[in-house]
């Protein structure tokens, strides 16, 4: 009785782990790869991407991913398609720190500008004015220099970025070759 039970629930854990990883979606996917870095970014279908390719080397666009088609390497975007190795460059975000740090920074020199020049009135002096515009003007500055440089990074396709396209599928035990 104890053996039966034991083999009984056995095929049923064999029969809902099968069931469960047919059951998931397809996972196709492509991923940037760095070697420099060893960074990896993967963009699925639904992903937005950002890219430059061989037919229009000077303009970025901006597409969301609809379908992979990873037999002939085509990504398919709302927009068009594109072959994996017509992409010669790919911009991605790199997050909302920096441009907070950016508008802080932007804030606290616009702060300061503002009510040194204020406070220099008030007293109807003129030497304070000076080193409140200075001190104002460089936070705004780097601020803003902080604010552009942190929002994105460039990836060029080549020598040590590649961009790859991988299926990883159970197959279709219906397709399978009859022996």
């Keep these: 009785m104890q053996l039966s039970f034991l ?10 782990s099968v069931t ?13 790869e760095d070697a420099l870095t060893s960074q990896v ?16 080397p000077d303009s970025w666009r901006r597409s969301e991913i609809v379908d ?3 037999e002939d ?14 992409i010669t460059r ?3 975000k790199k997050g909302k720190a920096g441009k907070l740090i950016g508008v802080s ?19 109807n002096s003129t030497t304070s004015a000076g080193g409140s515009v200075i001190v104002g003007g460089l936070t705004t500055l780097i601020g803003w220099l902080i604010s552009k440089t942190g929002r994105r990074k460039k990836f ?14 159970w197959p279709d035990p219906c397709a399978l070759p009859k022996t």
Excluded: C, N
Aim: net charge positive; hydrophobic share 45%; glycine share 8%.
């Design 7 to 16: 083999k009984l629930s056995l095929l049923l854990f064999i029969l809902q």
């Design 20 to 32: 469960q990883a047919l059951a998931q979606p397809p996972q196709i996917y492509v991923q940037l």
């Design 41 to 56: 970014f993967r963009y699925h279908v639904g992903d937005e991407i950002e890219i430059r390719t061989k037919a229009f």
């Design 68 to 70: 992979l088609i990873p």
């Design 73 to 86: 390497s085509i990504i398919v975007l709302d927009e068009g398609y594109v072959k994996l190795d017509d």
């Design 90 to 92: 790919l911009r991605r």
């Design 105 to 123: 920074l932007m804030s606290l020199g616009s702060g300061i500008l503002v009510f040194g020049t204020l406070g220099s009135l008030a007293d």
């Design 156 to 169: 060029t396709i080549g020598k040590h970025t590649r961009l790859k396209m991988y299926d990883i599928r």
